[in-house]
């Protein structure tokens, strides 16, 4: 008895598997209809929408006819949506399944874009954080992805967008810096603080920070006491930036005196409860 119990059991819990795959395969929508519904989707701007019918269709007809153009808008959908980093994913896959697409010029571009604005657009637009202030990691990232696409599609449509930004990623780079040795400064850590001005020359000399760097690097000498080295920096302001405010008459220096910080323990504390 318990084993023709234990049969029907078995045969009844078949059935219903298969009855469930035949209605999941049921449910499948022909490849065209899945594209068709992600084209009407990201034309009226519901990128969601989208999204879920071309993550579909690869899932169903990943060697489909729709497979290239499919993953190609996945990586447009996922950047309209503001998921920047499932769009540079999106980016990554496309280039290692097609490396040799003639949209791969397009895919490079998308994935520097998107770690661009994953620092830059949404820290600045929505949280009003300064984008110097941040881990310059994506910044990196992008630069990256921009230098590839210059070096590979020299001629390509988006060559000189993807230009402009490598050059608002080296400026911001070089602010960082800058932003860096001021804190430097600040704690009267003034090797440090000149090594990072001296790398904001060495590195980014055409960026608007240049002019601040030599400026900084002369203070910072003075500081050291070493004279030389200070006169060499300041040579080298007066020679690029003769009209600079770091000069009064007769182009004499005047730098600012690095006043050192209060470190004592009362104006620790005292500055803690401000701050709170």
């Known amino acids: 008895m318990r084993s023709g119990f234990r049969c029907v059991l078995v045969a009844a819990t078949f059935l219903l598997g298969a009855c469930a795959s035949t209605q999941e395969e049921a449910d499948v929508l022909p490849e065209e209809a899945y594209y068709e519904e992600a084209r009407k989707a990201m034309n009226s701007g519901n990128f969601n929408r989208a999204e879920t019918n ?3 269709l690869e899932t169903y007809y990943p060697f489909g006819r729709y497979a290239e153009q499919a993953q190609l808008d996945l990586i447009y959908a996922r950047y309209q949506n503001l998921d920047l ?4 994913s999106a980016a990554d896959r496309f280039l290692r399944l ?14 520097g874009l998107a770690s661009y604005n994953l620092d830059v657009g949404l820290a600045t637009r929505y949280l009003g954080v300064d984008p110097t202030d941040r881990d310059p990691g994506e910044q990196r990232r992008a630069f990256q992805d921009f230098s590839e696409l210059l070096n590979r599609y020299p001629d390509s449509d988006y060559a000189p967008d993807a ?3 490598m050059i608002a990623i080296r400026n911001r780079l070089a602010e960082l810096e800058l932003h860096a040795a001021r804190y430097y400064i600040r704690r009267q ?3 440090a603080a000149n090594n990072r001005a001296r790398y904001v020359v060495e590195n980014y000399p055409e960026s608007p920070s240049t002019e601040e760097a030599l400026i900084l690097m002369a203070e910072t000498y003075q500081a050291l006491k070493l004279d030389d080295a200070a006169s060499d920096a300041i040579r080298l302001l007066a020679v690029n930036y003769p009209e600079s405010e770091a000069f009064g008459r007769n182009m004499t220096f005047q730098g600012r005196d690095l006043t050192p910080e209060n470190r004592s323990l ?4 005292t500055f803690g409860l ?3």
């Open 98 to 111: 097609n490396p040799q697409s003639e949209y791969a010029d397009y895919a490079l571009y998308m994935r």
């Open 163 to 165: 230009r402009q930004r």
């Open 54 to 56: 071309l993550d579909q």
């Open 85 to 88: 980093e499932g769009a540079r």
């Open 189 to 191: 850590a003034y090797l």
């Open 266 to 269: 009362l104006n620790v504390v």
């Open 274 to 276: 401000l701050g709170n």
